[in-house]
């Protein structure tokens, strides 16, 4: 296979798939983008930070459709007129994605980067997934989200994750077949996972 | 995480997990079954072996419904004669499943195989798929099946597989998280992906 230098991780909320992919980019030395994306989407397009930070809801029939409109993700700002604020901060978000693809190897966390980065030969596509027990224990302690109706709201915040991704890119969002390895971190636990992530990408020749 | 001995491989049609699942067996030197299911359900059952080798077609409204009606896996086959054939058949099978994981290491392709040893820690979930035009070029070579409208066939191969899984089980087929692991054999190739699952489970203290 051709090597990968390139790293996007999609993951269930809860399952620990942005600490695996902060710790892959420290073990191999190379940047980490997550909300960092936003940081310099916001930058490059003069839109507000804030606007990037909570993942949009859908508002029409399905952003992918647009290509038939004759829209495209290369397109400039000003020919965005038209769109939804949603799917304008989508397309500067995507554009960031390529850019900070084009510059070498990375980790990139969520943004619907698999789909965005897909054409390219050099990235390895990874979903993270776990068991709901291990979630619910994960959201309490390392996102202070409330203990009551724990479970519905980590069910919520998948929710929301599976609307974007669906709208955006009409792919199914956790399906295996979206990306080149999918992993439990409920079996593995989180370090075991960066090993094996480490393992596929290092063990380029076979 | 508890020592993996059993390895259940689901797989889109043509993606290699059958392939996979048999060399692996040879390299672990363990018992490897998907059609000697078959032999053993029929032999054990007194029902014609042909009748096993199609996997069923759904005809009511959901197998994981009937857990609610009283019937169990564990029953007696007398007890089934109000379902029907392809139910009977389920059960058998998924008797078979159970009593061959309980003699020990082995490797079991298809058959529901993961959800029938749910209940088990000592068995890894595998979940092998692969790219729409690899999977049409083993349809041709390995499966003899014809050029024509390849995609299509392909296609309603998967269809049967996951009809036949979600009515049993009420599970999404091919969602990441009913596995541990999720490989794609268009990136890795098949001894790659014999690897990797090779790998996961001989590092069993990490």
Same mark, same amino acid.
């Given at each position: ?54 993942e949009g809801t859908r508002t029409s029939r399905g952003f992918h459709l647009l290509g038939a409109l004759g829209y495209s993700l290369g397109g400039?700002?000003?020919t965005m007129t038209e769109l939804s604020l949603n799917d304008r901060l989508f397309i %500067?978000q995507s ?13 990139? %966390?969520?943004?619907c980067?698999?789909y965005v980065?897909n ?35 980590? !069910?919520?915040?998948?929710? !929301? !994750?599976s609307n974007y991704y669906e709208y955006y890119t009409d792919r199914k969002w956790?399906?295996?077949?979206n ?20 393992? %596929? ?6």
């Amino acid at each position: 296979m051709k090597k990968k230098t390139i790293i996007t991780i999609s993951r269930q909320f809860g399952s620990g798939g942005r600490e695996i992919g902060k710790k892959l980019a420290e073990q191999l030395n190379i940047p980490f983008y997550d909300k960092e994306l936003i940081e310099i989407a916001a930058k490059e397009s003069g839109m507000d930070k804030e606007l990037f930070e909570e993942e949009g809801t859908r508002t029409s029939r399905g952003f992918h459709l647009l290509g038939a409109l004759g829209y495209s993700l290369g397109g400039p700002l000003s020919t965005m007129t038209e769109l939804s604020l949603n799917d304008r901060l989508f397309i %500067v978000q995507s554009e960031v994605v390529k850019q900070v693809a084009d510059q070498g190897a990375c980790v990139i %966390v969520g943004r619907c980067a698999d789909y965005v980065l897909n054409d390219r030969d050099d990235v390895l596509h990874v979903f993270i997934h776990a068991d709901m027990e291990d979630r619910k224990e994960r959201a309490i302690h390392s996102y202070e989200v409330d203990e009551r109706d724990i479970e519905s709201s980590v !069910r919520k915040i998948d929710k !929301r !994750r599976s609307n974007y991704y669906e709208y955006y890119t009409d792919r199914k969002w956790g399906a295996a077949d979206n990306y080149d390895i999918s992993i439990n971190t409920s079996t593995f636990g989180i370090d075991r996972s960066v090993a094996i992530i480490k393992d %596929v990408i290092e063990n380029k020749e076979l």
